[in-house]
């Protein structure tokens, strides 16, 4: 079993910076791949980011490609995403998740029924 748990979400304005954190529990934090998925109110869950075990296969969603940037401390069992020039339609509880493949193709990394564990979010908000 994993936990993994959201930090470091917040109120930022437009153009502004925010850095998410998901700490994870359990020794097997290293072999997982990483996601990261957002979900505005009353719309579907939207995928964002993810990174392999290794870090060497890092994913992005075409909207926040040369924007955000995911990585991860394996050694910390930890995972971030660093967001640069937020955007009004950025906005959204941010989630992380797990799956238990150590990598996962391009073609299913951004399906959220291939993650096995999820944390409880973090709100980020952007103000105009």
């Known amino acids: 079993q994993v936990q993994l748990v959201e930090s470091g979400g917040g109120l930022v304005q437009a153009g502004g910076s925010l850095r998410l954190s998901c700490a994870a529990s359990?020794?097997?934090?290293?072999?997982?791949?990483m996601g990261w998925f957002r979900q505005a109110p009353g719309k579907e869950r939207d995928f964002v980011a993810a990174i392999n075990w290794s870090g060497v296969s890092i994913y992005y969603a075409d909207s926040v490609k040369g924007r955000f940037t995911v990585s991860r401390d394996n050694a910390k069992n930890t995972m971030y995403l660093q967001m640069n020039s937020l955007k009004p339609e950025d906005p959204a509880v941010h989630f992380c998740a797990a799956s238990q493949y150590r990598f996962l193709p391009e073609r299913t990394v951004s399906r959220a029924d291939v993650y096995d564990y999820w944390g409880q979010g973090t709100q980020v908000t952007v103000s105009s």
């Open positions: 359990g020794r097997t934090f290293s072999t997982y791949t």
